[in-house]
């Protein structure tokens, strides 16, 4: 017989893959953080005490405001659940490695209490917590949140290879694609290491947390349309191994509660972040595109679900 935190648990509404038998939020998002473990690794090997600061002041503050919101509103406590954690870990994997303090601790009070709990908490909230916290804080520190450091201890100023590529760094060098997908680059925490995030992504496609849908759709979009469209097989790869592609793609994209439910809106999902991921790239203003086109096919899974879900069985058409 389940103990009603278990049933509770096991009754949170979320797309695919569902939770199984004798799985729990809590072994999901354990799993999540031992995928995100090499790519928290590869931070801390490249931006040392910087990234150590961010990632327990993102954690601390995700779990801390969980805490007391849940004590105000008098609802049960679930810290133990591991999603703060994962919120604020993937939120530190969003910020520059030379951001100040109280950047993820803001950061982290925005995606819990606003982006979580205002909309009814855990698997309610209708885009992931931590995007939208990057979203906000970039929105009111720019300046910060775009000042990229070189790996190791003597950081200084660098481009993005995203900035070189799109002509912002005049006179810059791009790195090698070796450094790129090993971490060697400046760049947010989590948009370092491409290695890393891959394998973590195959542990997470091996414990069958994520399907293989919306990160293939998402890589295979962005593939297609810079070869085609930005110069070539030289110029795809860079796009596909630097910035947050990756990042995005298996942990980011993937969040159950505001991505499709149905395996054919999975496609779509990833298809459709994948466009505007590539159009916001070559076309925009920004050099990173990842952050935004996800947020906003988050807004756009209800109507992808509404079109893709399966008729009801016995279901009569209605006339028109």
């Known amino acids: 017989?389940?103990?009603?935190?278990?049933?509770?648990?096991?009754?949170?509404?979320?797309?695919?893959?569902?939770?199984?038998?004798?799985?729990?939020?809590?072994?999901?998002?354990?799993?999540?953080?031992?995928?995100?473990?090499?790519?928290?690794?590869?931070?801390?090997?490249?931006?040392?005490?910087?990234?150590?600061?961010?990632?327990?002041?993102?954690?601390?503050?995700?779990?801390?405001?969980?805490?007391?919101?849940?004590?105000?509103l008098k609802k049960p406590v679930t810290i133990n659940d591991?999603?703060?954690?994962?919120?604020?870990?993937?939120?530190?994997?969003n910020i520059p490695a030379s951001a100040p303090w109280w950047i993820p601790v803001i950061g982290?009070?925005?995606?819990?209490?606003?982006?979580?709990?205002?909309?009814?908490?855990?698997?309610?909230?209708?885009?992931?917590?931590?995007?939208?916290?990057?979203?906000?804080?970039?929105?009111?520190w720019p300046v910060i949140m775009t000042s990229w450091v070189t790996?190791?201890?003597?950081?200084?100023?660098?481009?993005?290879?995203?900035?070189?590529?799109?002509?912002?760094?005049?006179?810059?060098?791009?790195?090698?694609?070796?450094?790129?997908?090993?971490?060697?680059?400046?760049g947010c925490l989590g948009e370092t290491s491409a290695i890393a995030?891959?394998?973590?992504?195959?542990?997470?496609?091996?414990?069958?947390?994520?399907t293989w849908r919306i990160p293939f759709s998402y890589i295979a979009t962005v593939a297609v349309l810079t070869l085609i469209l930005d110069g070539g097989f030289s110029a795809m790869t860079y796009h596909l191994f630097a910035g947050g592609l990756m990042l995005g793609a298996f942990y980011m994209a993937t969040d159950y509660s505001s991505s499709p439910v149905t395996p054919k809106g999975h496609i779509i999902f990833g298809v459709g972040c994948g466009v505007i991921t590539t159009v916001i790239r070559l076309y925009g203003g920004y050099p990173e595109g990842v952050s935004y086109s996800i947020l906003l096919m988050n807004v756009a899974a209800?109507?992808?679900?509404?079109?893709?879900?399966?008729?009801?069985?016995?279901?009569?058409?209605?006339?028109?």
Do not use: C
């Open 82 to 93: 591991y999603s703060a954690v994962v919120t604020g870990l993937l939120l530190a994997f």
């Open 197 to 210: 995030l891959i394998i973590g992504g195959i542990w997470l496609l091996y414990r069958r947390v994520i």
């Open 1 to 72: 017989m389940m103990g009603g935190s278990e049933m509770e648990n096991k009754l949170i509404a979320s797309s695919s893959p569902h939770l199984r038998s004798d799985e729990t939020i809590s072994r999901i998002m354990l799993d999540v953080l031992i995928a995100l473990l090499p790519a928290t690794l590869a931070s801390i090997y490249f931006y040392r005490f910087n990234a150590i600061k961010l990632i327990v002041l993102a954690v601390g503050a995700s779990v801390l405001t969980e805490l007391v919101i849940q004590k105000l």
């Open 151 to 186: 790996t190791g201890a003597d950081a200084v100023t660098t481009p993005t290879p995203l900035a070189i590529m799109g002509g912002e760094a005049s006179g810059a060098t791009m790195p090698t694609l070796t450094n790129i997908m090993v971490g060697n680059i400046g």
């Open 108 to 140: 982290s009070m925005f995606a819990i209490a606003i982006v979580k709990h205002a909309f009814g908490g855990l698997g309610h909230n209708f885009m992931n917590p931590a995007l939208a916290a990057r979203a906000m804080l970039l929105a009111s």
């Open 302 to 320: 209800p109507i992808i679900d509404k079109y893709t879900s399966p008729k009801v069985f016995g279901e009569v058409k209605q006339n028109a």
